[in-house]
């Protein structure tokens, strides 16, 4: 079955685009107003990287809530789910924006990048020293100017160059902030981490307990014991949380129905994933969907 999530995807942001773009795969803008409105969960088809200027901004990024406050950047990659809550009159901010497709022909060495996008996943907001800022603000404006270039090809050519460089020079500041920051995690603390990495790998497919207590080879009892303990919340909550959350993504962002959303999410049937979603939610699936 075709997911269609569309309300992060190139064609949603160049509807909304003032500036000018590269084959509808690469978008520079600077104004809120094209980026579009996110109130309710929608995922990601795209790459996004936002330098936050001035103001606040507050957002959700796989269940997740960040606070933004300027000088600050975030990115939020591919297949994650983004929700903006709120954000000051006057935030500012430059937006860099990417099809899957684009990041792909950059060709980056994956030695490099799948350490860092592990760590994004985890650790998508940082705030900026001002050498750092004005790193991100150089690369920008390279950018910038070589996107009003006539020859259609060669610039093509020089943003990918560009783009190389800037994503090592993310991978460069979000490498010193994780080397500044880094401490020991306690057993226990691991063993949670390992838990939300699974639960956001099989939520689709398993929703019990004992499955996840199983897998990192512990007691239901014990397992139930270290995640309440960590988190202050249970085990049963967060497999919960992942899964309306997708569901929530999937009921305001595509034009499936809710049988087919029931389908994709692995519930024996549409009347089961309502009673489901209704105990975890307050209201039914078509309530939450004309909401």
């Not at 006057?90 to 924006?97: A, N, P, R």
């Not at 306690?186 to 099989?202: G, I, N």
């Amino acid at each position: 079955m075709k997911n269609d999530l569309l309300s992060v995807d190139k064609a949603s942001i160049a509807e909304n685009l003032v500036m000018d773009t590269i084959d509808d795969d690469f978008f520079l803008f600077d104004h809120i107003s094209s980026a579009p409105a996110l109130r309710y969960p929608a995922k990601m088809t795209t790459a996004m990287s936002v330098i936050c200027l001035s103001g606040t901004m507050e957002v959700s990024i796989d269940l997740k809530r960040y606070a933004l406050r300027a000088p600050n950047y975030i990115v939020i990659l591919p297949e994650q789910i983004l929700q903006t809550h709120s954000r000051s009159n006057d935030f500012s901010g430059l937006f860099v924006v990417m099809s899957k497709s684009f990041v792909n022909s950059i060709r980056l060495n994956i030695q490099d990048t799948v350490p860092i996008f592990f760590y994004l996943k985890e650790n998508p907001s940082t705030t900026l020293t001002p050498s750092e800022l004005d790193l991100l603000l150089s690369y920008y404006s390279l950018l910038q100017q070589t996107m009003k270039m006539n020859d259609a090809a060669l610039k093509k050519e020089i943003i990918r160059h560009l783009v190389h460089a800037f994503f090592y020079g993310t991978n460069s500041i979000f490498q010193n902030h994780r080397d500044i920051g880094k401490t020991r995690k306690s057993r226990k603390e691991t063993l949670f981490d390992d838990f939300v990495k699974l639960v956001a790998a099989h939520h689709r497919d398993c929703r019990e307990v004992r499955f996840y207590a199983g897998k990192l080879r512990l007691t239901p009892k014990h397992f139930s014991s270290v995640v309440k303990e960590v988190s202050g919340r249970t085990a049963r909550e967060w497999i919960d949380d992942f899964v309306v959350l997708e569901a929530k993504a999937l009921l305001k962002s595509t034009n499936m129905t809710i049988q087919q959303i029931s389908e994709e999410l692995n519930f024996p049937s549409q009347s089961f994933f309502g009673k489901y979603f209704k105990r975890v939610v307050g209201v039914s699936p078509k309530e939450y969907q004309k909401t």
